[in-house]
């Protein structure tokens, strides 16, 4: 079924790109600006079985994103101006911002360099707990699962499950399906205790993949230090708000900010949702963010900015530069709004 997604994606993208019609559509659709999305950011893999290659983008594609906006004379501007110049009204010229959610170690080595040489700003948004050590990356713990061993046998429910997971297509499936499993589990608890089976059965070890993969708080000091960058807050352990009480759910929130707050000695005003979709963050979690004192919380549904964004700070969505889709001739579509409008049904604003 995602592959499908994939293929309807890839399709849509191409016949947008084709016609030209995101040329047309673009004065209608484009509005004042965009916050892209990215998570990592690093030199291709060269594995065939990489389910969460949607998750990271090739530094030269990052670049070729960059020097478009540049052509294009689009603003890359910090979180702060964007949310100054939503709050005024200053719409004179298009603008972008660039956000990284998670806080990956490779942010620093490979993101930043590339930004640097645009002089463009950026935010990344760290969950505590990564930055501790101590935090559970699920998905890619269930990725490396299924990358070494050739069948996985699960208990879902009450059925006895053994997964095939001896070729690329048949890994693919068995992710898809775990992973739509693991995220529809009623709480937290229930996926830590089903992830950490899965790795002591597989022998993974999942908190060498946060100390591996995620920025330690030195190094977040360290990334903070340039001017160019903005730390936000993304939870303390990437759980799913929409799924907690709401004193947990403000809790994560609230600690979170308190701890990068600790650890950076500044304030931390931009958060992000975890997961970021529907089933993820809604009108209680935007009302959260506003209670916690953020400036402006970002989702992971997709959109362009409209003036009207101003009156949903807490709701704002983004443009994702996705792994499965870096080819430049995309740029033009993304930058148009095409792309996301067909995604939203034509709809500006989704704050519900």
Not at 211 to 216: A, D, E, I, Y
Not at 238 to 248: D, K, M, T, V, Y
Not at 329 to 345: E, H, V
């Amino acid at each position: 079924m995602k592959q499908l997604r994939n293929n309807v994606i890839r399709a849509g993208l191409g016949a947008l790109y084709f016609s030209g019609a995101h040329h047309l559509l673009r004065p209608l659709l484009s509005g004042v600006g965009a916050i892209f999305m990215l998570h990592h950011v690093r030199p291709a893999r060269e594995t065939v079985f990489q389910p969460n290659r949607h998750l990271e983008v090739a530094p030269d594609f990052l670049r070729a994103t960059l020097s478009h906006l540049r052509s294009r004379e689009i603003d890359i501007v910090s979180m702060d101006e964007l949310h100054e110049r939503l709050v005024q009204g200053r719409f004179d010229r298009r603008f972008a911002a660039f956000t990284l959610d998670d806080g990956y170690r490779d942010n620093l080595d490979y993101a930043l360099p590339v930004l640097r040489e645009f002089d463009a700003p950026l935010a990344v948004y760290v969950a505590s707990d990564f930055a501790e050590g101590t935090g559970r990356l699920w998905w890619i713990a269930l990725e490396a699962v299924i990358a070494k061993a050739g069948q996985i046998d699960v208990q879902i429910g009450n059925a006895a499950l053994r997964l095939d997971a001896t070729s690329p297509a048949a890994k693919q499936a068995t992710f898809d399906r775990l992973h739509d499993w693991l995220r529809a589990l009623p709480g937290e608890r229930d996926l830590k205790r089903e992830i950490e089976a899965l790795c002591a059965r597989y022998g993974v070890d999942i908190a060498a993949l946060c100390r591996g993969l995620c920025l330690s708080w030195d190094e977040v000091k360290q990334l903070s230090a340039d001017p160019l960058v903005t730390i936000g807050a993304h939870t303390i352990s990437h759980c799913n708000l929409a799924r907690q009480s709401e004193e947990i759910a403000a809790q994560e929130m609230a600690v979170s900010r308190a701890r990068i707050e600790h650890a950076l000695e500044r304030p931390v005003l931009h958060f992000a949702y975890p997961y970021g979709d529907r089933e993820a963050a809604g009108g209680r979690e935007f009302a959260l963010a506003v209670a916690a004192g953020f400036k402006t919380a970002v989702t992971t549904r997709p959109g362009m900015l409209f003036a009207e964004n101003a009156g949903h700070m807490t709701a704002l969505p983004r443009v994702s530069l996705n792994g499965n889709y870096q080819d430049t001739r995309i740029l033009p579509i993304l930058t148009s709004g095409a792309a996301t409008a067909m995604w939203n049904g034509f709809r500006r604003i989704a704050a519900a």
